[in-house]
Nanobody, 122 residues
């Protein structure tokens, strides 16, 4: 079992930045691929990015490529999502997820955090 807790969300103006953190319990975080997803009201959950356990493989959705950076610190059992040049369309609840596969599909992940709200105003 892995427990995930997100933090770092909030209200920011368009063009601003936020850094989300995902703290994992236990000492098994390094065994999992970590993914970030987001969901806006009335919309389907959307893939944002993933990073494999060693950090060798990283993949971004086209909508955030060049603006967001995913990273992890296995020694601290923590993952991060640095979000720059934020747009109003980035407004959503952001979720951290962990799984033993490499995928852009939410159903492939085994553990999920409670989510953190990100609101971007124009």
């Amino acid at each position: 079992q892995v427990q995930l807790v997100e933090s770092g969300g909030g209200l920011v103006q368009a063009g601003g930045s936020l850094r989300l953190s995902c703290a994992a319990s236990g000492r098994t975080f390094s065994s999992y691929t970590m993914g970030w997803f987001r969901q806006a009201p009335g919309k389907e959950r959307e893939f944002v990015a993933f990073i494999t356990r060693s950090g060798v493989s990283i993949y971004y959705a086209d909508s955030v490529k060049g603006r967001f950076t995913i990273s992890r610190d296995n020694a601290k059992n923590t993952g991060y999502l640095q979000m720059n040049s934020l747009k109003p369309e980035d407004t959503a609840v952001y979720y951290c997820a962990a799984g033993r596969t490499v995928a852009v599909v939410g159903a492939s992940y085994d553990y999920w955090g409670q989510g953190t709200q990100v609101t971007v105003s124009s």
